[in-house]
DNA sequence: CTGTGGTAACTTACCCGAGAGTCATATAGG
DNA sequence: CCTATATGACTCTCGGGTAAGTTACCACAG
């Protein structure tokens, strides 16, 4: 008869470190860093604190683990598309198209590189450094190619339309995560119609 | 020989209230919500917690008073471009333009509305939605009447591009508050520079 | 032009709950 | 029988909120 419930379960430290990282990303992702408590998280895995201190160090440990993981699936997906042959706007399209691909099943992934309340400081902030650096480097890339497009190469200005540009990716991702039966199809398709009734439709129309 | 520093210091309430706002608009506007502690704020403003309980009742009060202030200020400018005859591109340049202008000494205002880290319920929630509802209005009014001119009317449509449009306002305030040295003036050509170039030179030239 | 009492403007010193982080201990499996 | 896996029950700090008082200004009686 158990007194108590410890002991081990059999499962295994990798096994069990990937459960507590997809229910923490969850909930860093949907509440962000500061509101969210350990407490919680540990419940929600089914596991007790301890053991997530035992694994991961401490809150920060645990989020900055977090965030690796979803800043190397985005930056990854990023880059790849970055070696396609896509150009300007079309480039612009295919990114978020990755995007969607990549995030279908877990939009909450995007906030995390975004999170204001997590610490500025520390192990957080390297890790968030190196991954919105690789994204960063080639927003600006992109941005670049397109305003050269129109004889644009001012380096503020680039510098303002790349920070616009990652602006829209993030209302969009926000706007995905507000409509969860819109598929990722669906966006795609939507942002094609979009960016082609703004740049050739009302451009031709109007001015 | 005072023992205590209690006792009025002959400032006046309202005038107290109005200096309490500013230097809570600009910790919550920085620091979000969450971040901000009291003592510190009341310590800034040359005061005790105490008072700032006696003034506004809470923590939810205070920001809820400095949301309303920055809210009235912002979406009352809007609704003043909006009352003008600008439409589509133009209008959206004209809006940006009043945001620079009324925002120039205050930047950080912007982003109390679009605090993460404050309570979603409450008289938070009211004031937010109020604010948020009358701004949301116009942006959806706006981008409404541009993409019929491209012949696109379906709501969801509409939707997205209302809130990448939103996007794009947020992420150039947040560039403009990293970039203090910009002037209001600077940001307005900066803005209709780029606009021109991506809607006329880049789809003239290369679609 | 003086008391004097009422009130508005203030503060010091505290309470208390939430949540990060830890310690001592338990037990299943090799 | 040893160790990786696990936990109940703490401690401690931070910060929102409060109780109880202190002092300056002001209106008005004398």
Redesign the interface.
């Known amino acids: 008869m158990a007194r108590t419930n410890a002991g081990t379960k059999g499962v295994p430290r990798a096994e069990r470190e990937q459960q507590i990282l997809a229910v923490a990303s969850l909930a860093f992702g949907t509440d962000?860093f500061?509101?969210t408590n350990l407490a919680d998280v540990a419940a929600e895995a089914g596991i007790s604190k301890p053991l997530i201190y035992n694994y991961f160090g401490s809150k920060e440990g645990l989020f900055a683990a977090c965030l690796d993981e979803a800043g190397d699936l985005m930056a990854g997906e990023i880059e790849r598309i970055a070696r396609g042959d896509a150009v300007?706007?079309e480039r612009g399209i295919r990114t978020l198209d990755g995007m969607f691909a990549v995030l279908d099943e877990q939009r909450h992934l995007w906030r995390l590189l975004h999170d204001?309340?997590a610490p500025s400081t520390g192990a957080i902030a390297d890790v968030v450094s190196h991954h919105t650096e690789r994204i960063d480097k080639l927003a600006h890339e992109g941005v670049t190619e397109?305003?050269a497009?129109?004889?644009?190469t001012d380096e503020?200005?680039i510098?303002?339309?790349t920070?616009?540009w990652?602006?829209?990716v993030?209302?969009?991702m926000?706007?995905w995560v507000a409509?969860p039966d819109?598929t990722a199809t669906q966006m795609n398709e939507?942002?094609t119609?979009?960016f082609t009734?703004?740049?050739?439709?009302?451009?031709r129309?109007?001015?």
């Open positions: 962000g500061a509101a300007g706007i204001r309340t397109l305003l497009l129109a004889g644009d503020r200005d510098s303002v339309m920070a616009a990652l602006g829209i993030d209302s969009l926000d706007w409509h819109e939507r942002v119609r979009l009734a703004l740049l050739v439709d009302i451009v129309g109007d001015a």
